[in-house]
């Protein structure tokens, strides 16, 4: 007697097959590592995405405000369906999947733009709510020249205006995206050590892919990527970084960029290539004239930061 060896129904999944390296039910609610939350106030009600890093992929759902604990998410990027959480992009059965996505960011039109640290890139998806299938496309990528290609500084020997570095090998960086008042994209590149800023105007109606960055911070040109080493002496170096993550723009304009040296530099509103920040904060500054610098363990106090992430 020849027995069926597949099973006929199941406890324990949602269905009979898995396509995800979580052993527990993934079926679309729940996050592992979540990195980042984007509000889309441009729709009624506001939506909210998520970037879900652990499980490959951004959930969206369609009511910031009215969503009940436990909500299933209204709709996955990133992934064929709610179950699936692989790593994907180039190579895999889908280019345009997500690989450790660390940020979102949503602009005055609706567009979510979305970090695929894992795939040295960012996509463009234009109102995925609006989209009437349930696989999600983007239409535009930065870093790129196309949704095929994923190497950091698009395999270059050194970065230019139009690529990223957001994973080397095993490493991946918490680098951020974010809109200015004036629908720029400023992102933190953190492989190459700078932040740069993406113009309105390229990444908008009518962009196409590899858009250049008009301006970068933490490097003199768009060709250098050196970064700071981590010691106590450079954390008072305000025109380099080190991996910068976590960013914010304040009212007034000036820019806060949380880097590897365990600081946020402050910069002056509209700030140029090659800037220096006119503060630094999280550092406890040089040691009393004649006394000796203090010994590590730095003491935490109300002055020092510890590997800050986000702002």
């Given at each position: ?58 959930l969206g759902w369609s009511d910031a405000a009215n969503f009940a604990n436990g909500a299933m ?14 790593p994907l992009g180039p190579g895999t059965a889908l280019n345009s999947g997500l690989r450790g ?211």
């Amino acid at each position: 007697l020849t027995l069926n060896p597949n099973p006929s129904r199941m406890i324990g999944q949602a269905r009979l097959t898995s396509s995800g390296d979580q052993l527990n039910l993934v079926e679309g609610r729940e996050l592992n590592a979540p990195m980042a939350v984007a509000i889309d106030t441009s729709s009624t009600p506001a939506a909210i995405y998520v970037a879900d890093l652990g499980n490959n992929r951004v959930l969206g759902w369609s009511d910031a405000a009215n969503f009940a604990n436990g909500a299933m998410a209204d709709l996955v990027i990133g992934q064929r369906d709610r179950y699936s959480t692989l790593p994907l992009g180039p190579g895999t059965a889908l280019n345009s999947g997500l690989r450790g996505p660390t940020g979102v960011a949503v602009d005055k039109s609706g567009r979510l733009f979305v970090l695929d640290a894992g795939n040295n890139r960012i996509l463009r998806f234009t109102r995925p709510f609006a989209q009437p299938d349930d696989l999600k496309l983007p239409d535009m990528v930065i870093g790129q020249t196309s949704t095929g290609t994923n190497a950091p500084n698009q395999n270059g020997p050194a970065p230019t205006a139009k690529t990223l570095a957001f994973s080397s090998g095993s490493t991946l960086f918490t680098s951020m995206v974010l809109f200015d008042a004036q629908g720029n994209l400023w992102v933190t590149d953190g492989g190459n050590h700078r932040v740069l800023r993406f113009p309105a105007g390229r990444i908008g109606d009518g962009a196409t892919n590899a858009p250049e960055a008009d301006l970068v911070i933490g490097q003199s040109d768009f060709e250098t990527k050196t970064g700071l080493q981590v010691s106590g002496q450079n954390q008072l170096v305000k025109g380099k970084m080190n991996a910068p993550s976590g960013l914010a723009f304040d009212r007034a304009g000036r820019l806060f960029v949380a880097d590897g040296l365990s600081r946020v530099l402050v910069f002056a509103p509209n700030p140029q290539t090659g800037a220096e920040a006119v503060r630094v904060m999280g550092v406890l500054g040089t040691a009393p004239q004649g006394q000796p610098p203090l010994p590590p363990p730095l003491p935490v106090n109300e002055t020092r930061l510890l590997n800050p992430q986000g702002i």
